[in-house]
């Protein structure tokens, strides 16, 4: 047993870890830049310094493995100030616009300046004079904030197995970008914005739609639609100062009433759709001797992803839209139609956890009859960030429910927003559509939970079908590359690009560990135990939209408006 | 087989730690290390091009854009520096409105640092395609460059 001593208090440590995990888990705080949850300690920043006796210097405790009867001092004059000085230095060529930046408020140095008590610029050096980069329709790149601690790099090689961002030249010239230091646009950036969670400055952050948005709302001709993803409701009180697992979705919608949306609907309806059309994919591929393992198609990140890595794989991928997609594609035919208001006026808005649906929306294929299914995106940090701006004290609201005709979900739509979420709701259907019955029990246990890979054999009457799941996109090349290579046990894949899933998608509330991503993810498993519908079949909204307007899953109105193709393609094209 | 293609060949099977070998053979045949030079290497190697790139631009050795017509070498080694080379590059950089490692919109001229050019008795020097000029006054820049900048008006 390890126990250690730190600031006179004793806390008890596990074989293997790091000073830092063991002093953070008996409650000490210890400030850190460079230091990724779960990936091997860099050591770049220095911020972790502590003074272990017997040792001559501070040493970084984030790299520093921890022994039994250690002494430590962790807030001791000389640390706080080399931490300080560490702080002070960084600032030396930073912009200082804290007022204009998109993390005013929310921002790691921004906070260790404040609590080391840096008051006054003791170093100048010359300012980095890179310009932002908005090449992207997600991701702002604003080089001139950065500090270089590398978190985004590593993300993006280690979680993502991307490597669209590195570090370039050296020296007070070093700057982190793309091959060539282009725009984002032309690398093999596939927009998923976890390198924007990772980042502890203002380098990073999503493109904004605000402007768009409050000007179709302020538009008296515009029929302004907002549609919001399962894994928002679960985030947003975060924001709002509420623990990491509460389900704000009745306020939420409340709060998006006030903002002047003329409709409120819920992305989990569409998810129910979508399970219809993919669930029958899947039944129809197995029957039929297509094409398997079929992989999810919901995810964006995943599809530019495959796009540029799995050409040979992409007949492979389901060819279902993403739930925003069908939705948008769905309010501007049908509702369009019903309500009798020209496509052409209507304005679709989609909250999503997500970054990479910015620029899935714009995507060639994500429209019909000349419009687009969905015109714009907010993450949730930036609903959050509208809703103060418009004054809205969520708090005080009432919760309300979504509208009609697609105020109904299924909780299975709703698990759409954790890791192996679509894959359950997919076996709960699937299941009824081989063997015409119900499941006994509709838990699969093997596909959730945090880690990032999941494996499972499912039965379905005389049929087992293998299940895996998968999140981060290094986790996804792996599986895909031993599909590649001929692994034949399993029959459908669920791929999501951020670890855990949507619940901790790169436009979700910074700051989250994995104990809050956990808490979301059971936020949402506790609305499908308690929920009334817990398939999307038994979905009566989707049943009537089939009825009206679809004809039948996988049908001519169905291809034409929920579906789509893939194109192989090189970074950037 | 365009000549990238022709060099990596030459190392089969290579892995990560053959990359700045790579990298000089190929601006050997090419003069420099163009995008597609970068992406066939990081093909070859199955690395990131943004990781290539990152490597290759840690070493002032290597450049990305083509010589121009005339190219500047400016050495910087230790004699040239002690005898003022510094300037005479800050001179450089402001005539030719270059960085070095840039060559012009034009293609008339590019700028290189070097290390030493092995002329140390003649510091502070600079080399234009290969043509030494040996204790080179800050002032004296624009004087040397006109020569050459006639040429390229003929
Ligand atoms: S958005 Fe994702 S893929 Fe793009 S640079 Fe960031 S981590 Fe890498
Ligand atoms: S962009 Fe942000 S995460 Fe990346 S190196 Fe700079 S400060 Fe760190
Ligand atoms: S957190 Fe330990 S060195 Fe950066």
């Known amino acids: 047993m390890i126990r250690i001593e730190a600031n006179d208090k004793v806390i008890e440590g596990k074989d293997g870890e790091t000073l830092l995990t063991t002093l953070r ?50 807030h001791t004059r000389r640390a706080t100030r080399a931490r300080k000085t560490i702080i002070e230095l960084l600032l030396a060529n930073h912009p200082d616009d804290c007022l204009y930046c998109s993390r005013n408020k929310d921002c790691q140095l921004q906070d260790m300046a404040a609590e080391l008590g840096v008051r006054q610029r003791r170093y100048s050096g010359g300012r980095c004079i890179a310009r932002p980069d908005i090449s992207s329709l997600s991701v702002v790149r604003e080089p001139a904030k950065c500090i270089l601690c590398g978190k985004c790099v590593r993300v ?56 768009n948005i409050l000007s179709a709302i302020d538009d008296p001709k515009k029929h302004v639609l907002v549609q919001h993803a399962p894994a928002v409701s679960v985030t947003l009180g975060e924001l709002f100062g509420a623990k990491p697992g509460v389900d704000v979705a009745g306020l939420m919608t409340a709060a998006l009433r006030r903002l002047g949306f003329d409709r409120v609907f819920d992305t989990s309806f569409a998810a129910d759709l979508t399970i219809m059309e993919e669930a029958s994919e899947l039944v129809q591929r197995i029957t039929q001797n297509q094409p398997l393992p079929m992989f999810t198609s919901c995810c964006p990140a995943w599809v530019d992803f495959a796009e540029q890595n799995f050409a040979d794989l992409l007949p492979n991928l389901s060819t279902c839209k993403s739930p925003q997609q069908m ?20 304005f679709t808005v989609a909250v999503m956890p997500c970054t990479a649906k910015k620029t899935e929306a714009r995507t060639h294929g994500m429209d019909h009859d000349g419009v687009p ?45 954790a890791s192996g979420g679509v894959m359950e709701a997919a076996i709960r259907t699937a299941h009824v559509m081989v063997t015409g019955k119900e499941m006994d029990n509709l838990k699969v246990q093997a596909v959730r939970g945090m880690q990032g890979v999941k494996e499972g054999r499912v039965k379905m009457g ?16 792996k599986l895909a590359n031993e599909v590649r290579a001929g692994r034949k046990d399993i029959q459908f894949i669920e791929v999501m690009a951020c670890p855990g899933g949507c619940i901790n998608g790169g436009g979700q509330p910074i700051g989250a560990d994995i104990e809050a991503v956990k808490a979301r993810a059971q936020a949402l498993y506790l609305i499908d135990r308690d929920g009334d519908i817990r398939t999307s079949h038994a ?21 034409r408006l929920l579906h789509t193709e893939f194109k192989a393609r090189n970074a950037g094209e | 087989m365009s000549a990238v293609e022709q060099v990596v060949a030459q190392y089969p099977g290579a892995a990560r730690d053959s990359l700045i070998p790579i990298l000089q053979a190929v601006q050997e045949v090419d003069g420099y290390l163009s995008r597609e030079a970068v992406s066939v290497i990081a093909r070859h190697l199955q690395l990131a091009p ?35 080379s510094a300037a005479v590059l800050e001179s450089l ?12 919109r034009d293609g008339s001229f590019s700028l290189e640092v070097v290390a030493c050019i092995g002329a140390c008795g003649l510091a502070p020097v600079l080399s234009v395609n290969g043509e030494i000029h040996a204790g080179v006054a800050p002032d004296k820049v624009n004087g040397i460059l006109g020569v050459y900048r006639k040429r390229v008006a003929d």
């Open chain 1, 25 to 74: 888990r008996g409650g000490i705080h210890i400030p850190t830049l460079c230091h990724l949850e779960g990936l091997l300690p860099s050591g770049a920043c220095r911020m972790c310094v502590v003074e272990v006796e017997g040792q001559n210097g501070l040493v970084p405790s984030c790299a520093f493995p921890v022994r039994d009867g250690m002494k430590v001092h962790t």
């Open chain 1, 156 to 211: 993006c090689e280690e979680v993502q197995s991307v490597s669209a961002i590195d570090f370039i030249g050296r020296g007070s010239h070093t700057k982190v970008g793309p091959a060539f230091d282009t725009g984002l646009h032309v690398s093999s950036c596939v927009d998923c914005g976890q390198c924007i969670l990772a980042c502890p400055t203002g380098a990073l952050s999503e493109r904004s739609s605000f402007k």
């Open chain 1, 327 to 346: 939705l948008g594609a769905v309010l501007k035919s049908w509702y369009a139609k019903r309500e009798g208001i020209d496509p052409k006026d209507i």
């Open chain 1, 373 to 417: 299914d969905v015109d714009a995106v907010l993450t949730t940090r930036e609903l959050a960030r509208i809703i103060r701006m418009r004054n809205i004290d969520l708090a005080s609201l009432e919760p309300e429910a979504a509208d009609t005709p697609f105020g109904g979900r299924s909780t299975a739509g709703k698990l759409f927003g």
């Open chain 1, 462 to 477: 005389d049929l087992e079908v293998g299940v895996a799941v998968v999140s981060g996109l290094a986790n996804a090349r």
């Open chain 1, 539 to 559: 979905n009566r909204d989707v049943q009537r939209l089939y009825d009206e307007f679809l004809g039948k899953p996988l049908g001519h109105e169905s291809h």
């Open chain 2, 50 to 84: 943004s990781k290539v790139y990152g490597v290759a631009t840690f070493y002032n050795q290597f450049r990305f854009q083509p010589k121009g017509r005339f190219h500047v070498q400016v050495c910087r080694g230790t004699a040239c520096h002690v005898k003022g």
């Open chain 2, 93 to 104: 950089k402001r005539t030719l409105k270059l960085e070095p490692g840039q060559t012009a």
